[in-house]
């Protein structure tokens, strides 16, 4: 079966529309962080969001450290160390055949990764480069055995898609005689079929230590917590936002190596992804949270669960930000008296099976909500996408920086766990048709069935 080919039209739209943007909503500069703002009023200017991860390296420097002390533990084969291209000096031949190999590697397991767990993903993944280990053995390939590598991993344009970049790539590499077939800028990279802007980051950042952001589902998570962006992450509005601060981020902290390009960048999206997929999940593990000091998030959190009661007051603001919507100001008014409420997820399991409370902050505030589960659902996939088993996290060690325990931390964990915004699915429409079923009885006692009308699409 032969990959069909994108017309020539369509492929220029794609590419035009991947093009980074600049937004009309860009987070300024301001002469000083902002104090942290107390919910649920959150009366702030939109400079209040910039990132406190820009101030100075010492939180990221944090993040990364973290970040070499998890590497290793789930055993991703696609995680290797960075190739310094100083260390080729007058060897480029073999310095762009390990650049393309390497690169190579970094673009199939992000696209394995796409709506797929690492469990799954580890086997195929080596099957695949054992099978085909350059991008010229993928392009050499035929489509059908292609196809047959991928069967039991689901969404199979996306290897067709890899097999069409392959062979795009080495085209390119031979019509201007080079030895590394993937170039090393994203907005290149975005130029092959199936590449988009994450994947190209990744690639770029990974494999060539290009200062070049990524943002997923999980990243996103992160970024709103740690600039206290009570957004859709999905919204398009707010993914121009995040993506304008992934750049900034990524090209601040790889200013750390004081070179073009280090392993910091890569190193550091890596860290961002991992974070967010075993400590800043939708029900975050703040105590153990390496950047816990500059997310603004939970400094709310600590402003709300230390604020009386009395003073909670909703103010009516003008000059409000116009990114951040409306926090659900009935479940944060009254911070409750956690008391014996806290307690392990197995304990708040049973309590929520023997009743059932609406309408009290309590509710919001437990260690596992029926709210937040289900407004959860549609992220699960997204949050085990970097996470090979649940638990992982928790054999984390925790920030030295975290100090809080107990009912206030709880709290907090609770109100952090309220970004980014959630938005309820919809219900599928429920509809109606009349079928009529008839049932033919032989002698022998067996029954045949014969069903009339049925819907234009499904079963």
């Known amino acids: 079966m032969a990959p069909r080919k994108t017309p ?62 998890v590497e290793k533990t789930r055993n991703m084969p696609w ?31 992000e696209v394995m990764l796409q709506q797929t767990r690492v469990s799954t993903v580890i086997p195929y993944f080596n099957t695949w480069v054992s099978k085909w280990p350059t991008v010229q053995d993928l392009a050499n390939a035929k489509h059908d055995d292609v196809l047959a590598a991928w069967k039991g991993l689901g969404y199979y344009s996306r290897a067709t898609r890899l097999h069409e970049g392959a062979k795009a790539m080495i085209e390119r590499s031979k019509s201007n005689g080079l030895s590394c077939p993937l ?25 060539f230590g290009e200062a070049e952001p990524v943002l997923d589902g999980n990243v996103a998570r992160v970024l709103c917590r740690q600039l206290g962006l009570y957004m859709d992450a999905k919204d398009k509005k707010a993914s121009d936002v995040l993506w304008e ?17 280090s392993a910091i960048p ?8 991992e974070l967010g997929s075993t400590i800043c999940t939708p029900k975050p593990q703040c105590a153990a949270c390496p950047i816990q000091a500059t997310c603004r998030a939970f400094s709310e959190g600590q402003l709300l669960s230390n ?4 003073t909670l007051i909703v103010g009516d603001i003008e000059d409000a930000c116009k990114l951040c919507e409306s926090l659900p100001t009935e479940e944060l008014l009254v911070i409750p008296d956690l008391g014996d409420e806290v307690g392990t997820t197995q304990t708040t399991k049973k309590r929520k099976a023997s009743a059932k409370q609406n309408n009290t902050i309590s509710q919001y505030f437990a260690v596992a909500t029926s709210k937040a589960s289900a407004s959860i ?23 030295p920086s975290a100090t809080v325990s107990g009912p206030n931390m709880e709290s907090r964990v609770a109100y952090c766990s309220l970004f980014p915004k959630r938005v309820t699915k919809k219900k599928a429409a429920e509809e109606e048709c009349v079928v009529c079923i008839i049932e033919a009885c032989s002698p022998a006692g067996k029954s045949k069935w014969l069903i009339e009308q049925r819907p234009a699409k499904g079963m």
């Open 377 to 399: 659902v549609d992220e699960e996939i997204e949050h085990d996408v970097h996470l090979g088993k649940t638990g992982v996290a928790n054999k984390r060690k925790a920030s």
């Open 79 to 109: 995680r290797k160390l960075w190739i310094n291209p100083s260390d080729f000096e007058e060897r480029d031949e073999q310095l762009g055949k390990l650049l393309g190999q390497r690169a190579y590697e970094v673009w199939v397991s």
């Open 8 to 69: 020539a039209k369509a492929t220029t739209a794609i590419k035009a529309a991947r093009s980074p943007k600049s937004t009309d909503f860009t987070i300024p500069t301001p002469a000083k962080p902002h104090t942290a703002v107390v919910p649920p009023s959150r009366a702030h200017h939109t400079a209040y969001h910039y990132p406190l991860l820009l101030e100075g390296h010492t939180s990221c420097r944090a993040l990364l450290d973290w970040f070499d002390t």
């Open 266 to 273: 890569g190193n550091w999206n890596q860290a961002m992804m």
């Open 307 to 310: 604020k009386p009661q009395s």
């Open 245 to 261: 601060e992934a750049d900034r981020l990524v090209k601040h902290v790889s200013t750390l190596s004081g070179t073009n390009t």
């Open 183 to 207: 170039p090393s800028k994203a907005i290149e990279l975005q130029e092959f079929p199936g590449i988009g802007r994450y994947t190209a980051g990744a690639v770029s950042s990974i494999a």
